[in-house]
């Protein structure tokens, strides 16, 4: 029943973030990276997990560029088989290989194995609660739940925030969701 709420509500907010124009993406976008700074400076954190935004994701670009620039140490997804992730250390955005699924990593094997200070976490539907609704292969609830002690936080546009995301057992909470 669950799965089957998720796949509908999957489908609906595809569309819903697809029919964003380009300059409210450019604002949303801008609006997430200047609160990502803003708690990257105030905590202090020297480790970054980031994806590198693919497809019609909220475009985290500029909040990459300055965790390099300030030597916070950016660690990013590979997408391997059965719901696994392989977590490669960014040098340069444009030394990167594209991946599964559309996704894009880093170049070359530097693998990060150490624990996190900040995991920023794609996803289709956010809720207040926590709640997170992501691409449905479990990628994230399983590595999310390896890094106990990060802080856990989900990006995206404003439609993206609904009032409840139906969660199952596996899923992991997020400690909160900003939005542009």
């Known amino acids: ?10 489908k609906e ?8 124009s380009v300059e409210q993406r450019k604002r949303a976008s801008e609006k997430v990276c200047d609160q990502l700074i803003d708690l990257v ?8 997990h980031c994806f590198i935004p693919m497809g019609q994701e909220i475009d985290v670009r500029s909040f990459i560029e300055y ?6 140490i950016v660690v ?24 599964v699924f559309g996704t894009v990593y880093p170049a070359g094997e530097r693998e990060f194995t150490d624990e996190l200070d900040l995991i920023i976490v794609p996803g289709l539907a956010f809720d207040i609660q926590g709640g997170r609704l992501g691409y449905g292969g479990g990628y994230y609830d399983t590595f999310l739940a390896t890094q106990p002690n990060a802080i856990k936080i989900g990006v995206g546009f404003e439609c993206q925030l609904i009032s409840e995301v139906p969660m199952e057992e596996h899923d992991v909470s997020l400690i909160k969701f900003i939005a542009g």
């Open 67 to 72: 965790c390099l620039a300030q030597s916070v």
């Open 76 to 99: 990013c997804p590979k997408t391997l088989k059965k719901t696994q992730l392989k977590h490669l250390v960014l040098r340069d955005l444009n030394a990167v290989e594209n991946g």
């Open 41 to 48: 400076k105030d905590k202090n954190l020297k480790t970054v």
């Open 13 to 20: 907010m595809f569309e819903l973030r697809k029919r964003l």
């Open 1 to 10: 029943m669950i799965s089957t709420q998720k796949d509908q509500l999957r």
